[in-house]
């Protein structure tokens, strides 16, 4: 019992170090454009790690508010990007930009905003 315990918890280490290795993030946006499923704040995002970006691009994004936010570019400028967050325009610096989306797993954003992360 105590062995598969350990065994488990080794299995989930790997696999996050490998996770990460990779440059795979996970996210919980505070705000942003929402889908069928819910808004930003309701989801969890997975998104890879980018220094480029194009117009259309959908991203995850550090806001100045503070917290994240999934949205989409809209303009590249030379040193910012124009990011439509759904409900507002916010000119986002290079340096702020978190990575490009893969994947939204809706609802899951809930337990994180009751537990406070």
């Known amino acids: 019992m105590k ?25 919980h946006p505070r705000m942003g454009l929402s889908t069928a ?12 790690k980018a220094k480029d970006f194009e ?14 936010g999934l949205g989409v570019i809209t303009a590249v ?12 325009f916010e000119r986002i ?3 702020k930009m978190g990575g490009s989306l893969l994947a939204v797993l809706p609802f899951f954003g809930v337990l994180f905003g009751v537990i406070g992360l």
């Open 3 to 27: 062995s598969t315990r350990i065994r488990n918890l080794a299995i989930v280490a790997i696999v996050l170090v490998l996770f990460m290795a990779s440059g795979l993030r996970i996210g």
């Open 37 to 48: 499923l819910g808004g930003g704040q309701t989801t969890l995002v997975v998104y890879k």
């Open 55 to 68: 117009v259309g691009n959908k991203v995850v994004v550090t806001i100045n508010e503070g917290g994240g």
């Open 77 to 88: 400028n030379s040193d910012s990007y124009d990011v439509n967050l759904g409900k507002k």
């Open 93 to 95: 610096m290079k340096d």
